[in-house]
């Protein structure tokens, strides 16, 4: 069973930054396309960074594009979201999502697996 765990959250001022990093395990992890997603209160979960299963693509959601930064590590079943210049809106619940066809994309229907969560509070 593959199993994600999201960490690095918390509450911070705004123009600060976080690092997010999400783990995997299981053995197939560099075939895996991953994704970040987030859920603020009373939203729809929103896409916000994914890349395919090479890393060597990258795709970012308009409202965090030159702010957040995704990228893996094969050698260590991880994810990572940095995240610069935060801003109040980016306050909510952080997802990291597997996708066992190796694509990437922004749909989150297309994603097999999801991590918990972590929360991200950013201060006015």
């Known amino acids: 069973q593959v199993q994600l765990v999201e960490s690095g959250g918390g509450l911070v001022q705004a123009g600060e930054s976080l690092r997010l990093s999400c783990t995997v395990s299981?053995?197939?992890?560099?075939?895996?396309?991953m994704g970040w997603f987030r859920q603020a209160p009373g939203k729809e979960r929103e896409f916000v960074a994914a890349n395919d299963w090479s890393g060597h693509n990258t795709y970012y959601a308009d409202y965090v594009k030159g702010r957040f930064t995704m990228s893996r590590d094969n050698t260590k079943n991880a994810v990572y979201l940095q995240m610069n210049s935060l801003k109040p809106e980016d306050t909510a619940v952080y997802y990291c999502?597997?996708?066992?066809?190796?694509?990437?994309?922004?749909?989150?229907?297309?994603?097999?697996?999801w991590g918990q969560g972590t929360q991200v509070t950013v201060s006015s």
């Open positions: 999502a597997a996708d066992a066809n190796g694509t990437g994309n922004r749909d989150k229907r297309n994603y097999d697996y």
């Open positions: 299981g053995r197939t992890f560099s075939m895996y396309a």
